[in-house]
């Protein structure tokens, strides 16, 4: 049994800052310097750990080292210590067929889609959780995390609907068959929803969670009351809001009430879906690694506000030019109230005019810089 | 009738039966394929694309164009073979050995040959010496590579490096595209030119031949 020390001190003044947040009660916008990170993207090549997505022992260690490092370097911040069967983006849509690869040192990367004929959708449905070989992986690993360790332990990552749809389908062919083969993309996205549910529900009973608490959306807790589910939702992006409104918001919207509400997490700008997220049924948070533009996100922050939705804006640590001005801007832009604010340290990435560069960096210096600039930006503009 | 309207506007929709007939009816009153080509089809694709720069539409809305944009060009392009209209120029395209990606590549494909450029498309993971093969054989003006991953993205300077190996660097021009790529890396790798989207990828395939000329 490898447990860490209590540290409930820190987790219940970090409950009481994000639940005041999310209730748009907060001054002071909670802070997250996110080491934690349970993918391998961004994390040093001689840190990635052998065997990362074949031993449950092996995550374990690893999680359990950042989490231990995380609350030694950082007591004062509002990440909860939890631990994340992580295996890549494609858990789901590999019970539907998909294939997973392991690259060395790297995250799993999905194979290209199954389906190339629209009628093949009839036939779609996914395996017995417990029979396919990933997800069954996945269940196993939050027995073993559950039975080796004292923390809580969320579910592997959740790509929503429409990812999941475009991951089994390929994209070309689902945006063809929108137009082409509209019933049949919505049975698609009926099925994976429905997947998608049954899946959230069986991870949460083996990790004794309740169906409408404890979910955490890039790490980040979703306090009790706001919902015990997140779903990523990348691809929104490049879609229209007409299409989307169609084709994504009632599937997402039958997600978050399954679990009393919950968050959706996008990268970049997606400020043609503001109608769309405000008219999606039990959205309480948005986490949006933005990309360093923080207009779109302004705008998005502000228009989520109306309707009491928090925003988490996120982002992987910039590179050094921008270091010292990036938290400045953000919060020089920002009201406070409703707004999350998670900077996610990366030494071998960097975030550079939106995009991401290849850096070396030294981890704890990065996350000291980090935590400075964040408190000094965030309590100057109270 | 209207044709050419008739194939902007039904272009733009993405309606790709409606460009077919529309094109196959102005060829039987008599227009010329390369006026059809100029002042229908590249037309809406000129929209398309200047409305996907600046986020009125967006990837669903511009694929559906682009396919109707090539069901008007199947019945346009054996015409514009017979009257000898020629090519803006002929661009090599795929995505690099190890990457399995293709949406953005083949949305690259579409809008150049909405934008009267011949497209070779050798599709995904392809090998360096493949591109080269086909670069000696065809001749073609630019070499448009796409990663969508930071794994395969070193693969392109793989390729230019072959390129210079096989004394071909100074006649062809590398373009490069894909999410982790950016202009830096082009730099860096002696790439001649990043794309960010479909839409600029255009612009610099255009610049890029009219250097050659």
Redesign the interface.
């Known amino acids: 049994m490898k447990n860490l020390k209590n540290y409930k001190d820190h987790n219940h003044r970090a409950r009481e800052k994000l639940k005041n947040a999310f209730k748009f009660s907060n001054q002071k916008s909670p802070l997250l310097i996110y080491n934690a990170n349970y993918w391998l993207f961004g994390e040093a090549e001689d840190k990635i750990p052998k065997n990362y997505f074949h031993e449950p022992a092996v995550m374990l260690e690893y999680q359990l080292n950042k989490i231990t490092e995380h609350y030694a370097k950082y007591p004062d911040d509002c990440y909860i210590g939890f631990l994340m069967p992580w295996y890549g983006t494609g858990v789901l849509s590999s019970s539907f067929g998909v294939g997973v690869n392991y690259?060395e040192k790297?995250d799993p990367?999905l194979?290209?889609f199954i389906i190339d004929e629209p009628e093949k959708i009839k036939d779609l449905k996914p395996d017995d959780f417990y029979e396919n070989p990933l997800t069954a992986k996945v269940l196993k690993t939050i027995d073993y995390f559950k039975e080796n360790s004292n923390l809580p332990v969320g579910v592997t990552d959740c790509q929503g609907p429409l990812t999941t749809a475009l991951q089994i389908v390929?994209?070309?062919n689902y945006?063809?068959w929108?137009?082409d083969y509209p019933d049949l993309i919505h049975l698609l996205m009926e099925k994976v929803t429905e997947a998608l549910i049954d899946w959230v529900k069986l991870q949460k009973k083996h990790a004794g969670q309740p169906l409408d608490g404890e979910a955490y959306i890039l790490g980040v807790r979703i306090p009790e009351g706001f919902g015990g589910v997140w779903i990523s939702d990348d691809d929104s992006v490049?879609?229209?809001s007409e299409?989307y409104r169609e084709f994504v918001v009632p599937y997402n919207s039958k997600v978050l009430k399954a679990f009393g509400g919950g968050g959706i997490h996008y990268c970049g700008k997606a400020t043609?879906q503001i109608d769309n997220y405000l008219a999606t049924e039990g959205l309480t948070c948005i986490h949006n690694m933005m990309l360093d533009d923080i207009a779109s996100a302004l705008k998005m922050k502000n228009a989520l506000a109306e309707k009491n939705i928090a925003y988490i804006a996120g982002d992987f640590s910039p590179t050094e030019d921008r270091f010292d001005t990036y938290f400045k801007d953000l919060f020089s832009a920002m009201d406070q109230s409703g707004l999350i604010v998670s900077s996610y340290l990366t030494t071998a990435?960097g975030l550079?005019?939106g995009?991401?560069?290849?850096v070396t960096r030294d981890q704890h210096k990065l996350g000291e810089k980090t935590r400075e600039l964040m408190i000094e930006a965030r309590d100057s503009r109270i | 009738m209207d044709y050419l309207n008739n194939i902007v506007e039904d272009l733009q929709a993405?309606n790709a039966e409606g460009v077919k007939t529309n094109v196959e009816q102005a060829l039987e009153s008599g227009m010329s394929a390369d006026e059809i080509l100029q002042q229908g089809m590249m037309k809406a694709m000129a929209v398309v694309g200047e409305k996907f720069k600046k986020?009125e539409?967006?990837?669903?809305?511009v694929?559906?164009a682009a396919?109707a944009m090539k069901s008007g060009m199947e019945i346009l392009k054996p015409v514009l073979v017979d009257d000898k209209v020629e090519s803006q120029g002929t661009v090599l395209l795929g995505t690099v050995k190890g990457d399995?990606h293709?949406?953005g590549k083949?949305l690259v494909g579409m809008m150049l040959e909405g934008g009267g450029f011949e497209v070779i498309d050798m599709g995904v993971d392809v090998e360096a010496a493949e591109f080269v093969a086909k670069l000696k054989e065809q001749q073609a003006d630019v070499l448009a590579m796409s990663a969508l991953?930071?794994?395969t993205m070193p693969e392109m300077k793989n390729v230019i490096d072959v390129l210079k190996e096989e004394g071909l660097r100074d006649k062809v021009k590398v373009i490069i595209g894909g999410a982790?790529v950016?202009d830096?890396y082009a730099e860096q790798i002696e790439a001649d030119a990043y794309a960010k989207d479909a839409a600029s990828a255009v612009d610099k395939v255009k610049e890029a031949v009219a250097a050659l000329k």
């Open positions: 690259p790297a990367v194979d290209l390929g994209y070309e945006i063809y929108m137009h490049i879609f229209g299409l043609q990435v550079k005019k995009e991401y560069k290849a | 993405g986020d539409i967006f990837v669903p809305e694929l559906v396919r399995l293709d949406i083949n991953l930071t794994t982790p950016t830096d």
